[in-house]
């Protein structure tokens, strides 16, 4: 099966999957739009005192980056070793936190410098992190998310993310946004909103449409980026090789009397 038709028939397998778990998800409208580097490949993204930082994957392209939001112009750039895929990353402090794939490393830099303070090891694969205030929070593809002292990076608790009694997989970028667990569905355009404490899903939210698919150059070119300006609750989208970051703004399921994809 070539590459491109195997992602497509698994991009419809998970969004059946996610589509009978969710009876209904609320809608989004586009408040602002901004340009976005196409050829990153976006694994982590977040929002700190007022720049975007980006972790973006695959070997031999893998970097951190500080990104000016109005212009997407990248103004502080680290380069990963080839051997390493970078994926999620996170804030603490004064540092950046950045997984890698299937290393089982992770990067601890310093925010201002992108110098490499020390590194730290982990089970399991890397793919999502976010941290809410006491811990770090990790994804690894499975329904499983997994909670880490940010001192000692031990493992403290877990949990398991279900819809109505079913696992929800596939978990990828995170981003913690008003006490709740903002996930990616991997190959999907649905975003999970999770209890920390349950793992419960508590809604859904629908970016069908955000950037079309015509727009898209890539079958990896999927929504993945979540950033959240906790000052002025604005709330960052992108995805893989997107070309445009959107500033949106959600619209619960039963206000959708309003078109959702708006622009003002």
Avoid: C
């Amino acid at each position: 099966m070539r590459i491109s038709a195997f992602y497509r028939v698994l991009t419809a397998a998970i969004l059946a999957a996610t589509a009978s778990l969710a009876f209904a998800a609320d809608g989004y409208r586009i408040v602002h739009t901004y340009p976005h580097n196409p050829q990153a490949y976006t694994q982590g993204l977040l929002y700190e005192d007022g720049y975007l930082y980006e972790s973006t994957g695959l070997n031999g392209r893998s970097s951190l980056r500080m990104v000016d939001l109005e212009t997407g112009r990248v103004l502080q750039r680290a380069d990963v070793p080839e051997k390493y895929f970078a994926e999620g990353l996170a804030s603490w402090g004064s540092t950046l936190i950045q997984l890698t794939w299937q290393s089982h490393i992770a990067f601890v830099y310093d925010r201002f410098s992108f110098r490499i303070l020390h590194t730290f090891s982990y089970d399991g694969e890397g793919w999502g992190l976010t941290q809410d205030g006491k811990n770090l929070i990790l994804s690894d593809g499975t329904a499983t998310l997994r909670f880490f002292d940010p001192r000692t990076f031990r493992e403290v608790r877990n949990i398991v993310v279900k819809d109505h009694g079913s696992q929800v997989t596939q978990l990828n970028e995170l981003e913690y946004v008003h006490g709740e667990i903002y996930a990616n569905v991997w190959h999907t355009d649905r975003i999970a909103r999770i209890s920390p404490s349950s793992g419960r899903v508590l809604g859904w939210i629908d970016l069908a449409g955000l950037l079309p698919e015509n727009q898209r150059s890539d079958p990896e070119a999927v929504l993945n980026g979540i950033a959240w300006d906790s000052a002025h609750d604005r709330l960052f989208v992108t995805g893989k090789l997107w070309p445009r970051l959107f500033e949106i703004e959600i619209v619960p399921e039963k206000a959708k009397l309003v078109p959702a994809h708006h622009t003002k």
